[in-house]
């Protein structure tokens, strides 16, 4: 999925526990038949993407990044197509997995101290089209969602859109707009008639 969350920035005094509860979180998303409901997910989608995201898996272990758990491809049913669902803690915001799109099941988690420094982390990227904030606060909400640069910015959910709302992104996640009324003119054919008489 696009907008999937590849990152997440975690307040320092949480982050011990939120690891250990992504961590057995992942675990639970074993991959295998898509078909069977006791599969966490899938295959990826081809042997390249696959060994592509195998490529950001090695790297961010030779980056010094910690392999929270993991990480390895595996085979069934004929192919190895299938990759663990991965989580990697203390990635560097300069690290590759940090920076950019994996599109497989990588989550690369680092810590941060105060809400201006999440804000920089979250802005620190090329990207912009989704974001979420977990906050208890409403006031801390809005003031995120204001200061963060993503086309969506779901508070305490992940990729909420709808057909009446507009979907798309800043920076190198595109320009323009999907769903909602903003799409139309991407459908239409304007036409300028200029005439001198």
Not at 70 to 75: L, P, S, Y
Not at 79 to 103: H, I, K, M, Y
Not at 150 to 168: E, K, L, R
Request: net charge negative; with cysteine.
């Amino acid at each position: 999925m696009c907008s999937a969350h590849s990152r997440v920035l975690v307040q320092r005094e949480v982050h011990e526990e939120f690891v250990a509860l992504v961590a057995a979180e992942a675990a639970s998303y074993a991959p295998g038949d898509p078909l069977d409901p006791a599969s966490g997910m899938g295959a990826v989608v081809s042997p390249e993407q696959t060994d592509r995201i195998m490529q950001y898996v090695d790297g961010a272990k030779a980056s010094g990044a910690r392999l929270v758990t993991g990480g390895e491809r595996i085979a069934r049913d004929g192919s190895d197509c299938f990759v663990q669902p991965t989580v990697f803690d203390g990635v560097a915001p300069t690290d590759a997995l940090a920076r950019e799109e994996v599109f497989g099941p990588v989550l690369a988690i680092t810590p941060f101290g105060t809400e201006d420094e999440a804000v920089a982390l979250a802005n620190d990227t090329a990207y912009g089209l989704a974001a979420s904030v977990a906050t208890g606060s409403l006031s801390r909400a809005h003031r995120l969602a204001e200061r963060i640069h993503a086309g969506t910015v779901t508070i305490n959910g992940v990729d909420a859109f709808s057909a009446w709302t507009p979907f798309g992104g800043f920076k190198g996640s595109g320009f323009g707009r999907d769903l909602s009324l903003h799409a139309l003119d991407k459908y239409v054919g304007l036409k300028t008639v200029w005439i001198n008489h």
